[in-house]
């Protein structure tokens, strides 16, 4: 099958009709699951889901960490990019259903799965995947990240009937905030950069690693910056300018590859001039949890353990 000259649509429809010829198809999620379906509203629409499905493929990192922490199995997941922390997905066990931005349709419609799961990377291709089966987006909007977050873990709740696990892992994460917030207010200003290949990229309030100032409660030292998934361009110039007390520092090419790691490229003498390189307040956060997952009950747990340990 040559897929490239077929296209999604093509793939996908011929599966469909292998499934069927087998007696699979892409049935009704009731009927598959044997259960109890519940309406989900969720950014993209409003989907049918069985309550406890038992075959699920999830797109996003922060939701498959949810979903193992609740003790919750899945079918298939990306394995191109996995974080270390959600290694054990890496085994045979788990169907590799592709990359976050390339899913392999093929294999997610020989799963037949209930329920597919994803959230920003896939939502342009949710039509098709939901041609497969039930989809739902289960993204975190940055804008309102922790009720987004919040939302999405309740969503999980309903879905496998766990509102009470929920409740209580939400209620822990509301305590570590609330501790964060309190030592926040110590602090005179700060700066959450994005370094890719030596560049680098600034983000404030309101984006897409804005919870720093917007949920935890450090002041920005630019409230300005263009709200943006890649964030503002930025010069090391900028730092010296800005100086921030504290500089969060997310790596992406330690994340996917490359050859310029941040500490190498803010190894400099501009950088040297800032008062978070001269008080030991540049802080190289995780990138597995803050670019490749987020948004789910183990990173967010993470994250704030950082930003906590940077203020102690």
């Given at each position: 099958m040559n897929i490239k000259k077929m296209g999604i649509a093509g793939v996908v429809f011929i599966s469909l009709l292998v499934l069927g010829a087998c007696g699979g198809g892409n049935s009704d999620s009731s009927q598959t699951s044997g259960g109890e379906t519940i309406t989900i509203e969720h950014q993209l629409g409003k989907t049918d889901v069985p309550k406890n499905p038992e075959k699920v493929v999830v797109f996003d990192y922060g939701i498959l960490d949810s979903l193992d922490k609740m003790g919750v199995e899945v079918a298939g997941v990306p394995?191109?990019?996995?974080?270390?922390?959600?290694?054990?997905?890496?085994?045979?066990?788990?169907?590799?259903?592709?990359?976050?931005?390339?899913?392999?349709?093929?294999?997610?419609?020989?799963?037949?799965?209930?329920?597919?799961?994803?959230?920003?990377?896939?939502?342009?291709?949710?039509?098709?995947?939901?041609?497969?089966?039930s989809t739902i987006f289960l993204g975190v909007d940055t804008t309102?990240?922790?009720?987004?977050?919040k939302e999405n873990m309740k969503t999980l709740g309903k879905i496998y009937e766990q509102e009470n696990f929920i409740k209580e892992e939400l209620a822990k994460v509301e305590d570590s905030i609330k501790d964060i917030q309190?030592?926040?207010?110590?602090?005179?200003?700060?700066?959450?950069?994005?370094?890719?290949?030596?560049?680098?990229?600034?983000?404030?309030p309101e984006s897409r690693?804005?919870?720093?100032?917007?949920?935890?409660?450090?002041?920005?030292?630019?409230?300005?910056?263009?709200?943006?998934?890649h964030?503002?361009?930025?010069?090391?110039?900028?730092?010296?300018?800005?100086?921030?007390?504290?500089?969060?520092?997310?790596?992406?090419?330690?994340?996917?590859?490359?050859?310029?790691?941040?500490?190498e490229a803010l190894d400099n003498k501009l950088v040297r001039k800032t008062r978070a390189y001269q008080n030991d307040h540049?802080?190289?956060?995780?990138?597995?949890?803050?670019y490749l997952s987020g948004g789910g009950l183990v990173s967010v747990s993470e994250m704030i353990s950082e930003i906590e340990s940077s203020l102690e």
């Open positions: 394995k191109a990019s996995l974080p270390p922390y959600l290694s054990k997905f890496e085994s045979d066990e788990y169907e590799n259903i592709g990359s976050l931005k390339e899913p392999d349709f093929e294999k997610i419609a020989e799963i037949n799965p209930d329920l597919i799961i994803i959230s920003g990377r896939q939502q342009d291709l949710y039509e098709e995947l939901n041609d497969i089966s309102r990240y922790m009720a987004s977050f309190d030592k926040a207010e110590q602090v005179e200003n700060s700066l959450v950069v994005l370094s890719n290949e030596g560049s680098l990229s600034a983000y404030g690693f804005g919870l720093i100032h917007d949920v935890f409660g450090l002041p920005a030292v630019a409230k300005d910056l263009k709200v943006s998934t964030g503002q361009s930025i010069s090391f110039e900028f730092l010296v300018e800005k100086d921030p007390q504290h500089l969060y520092v997310i790596d992406r090419t330690a994340a996917i590859g490359g050859d310029v790691l941040a500490e540049i802080t190289y956060l995780d990138p597995n949890y803050w």
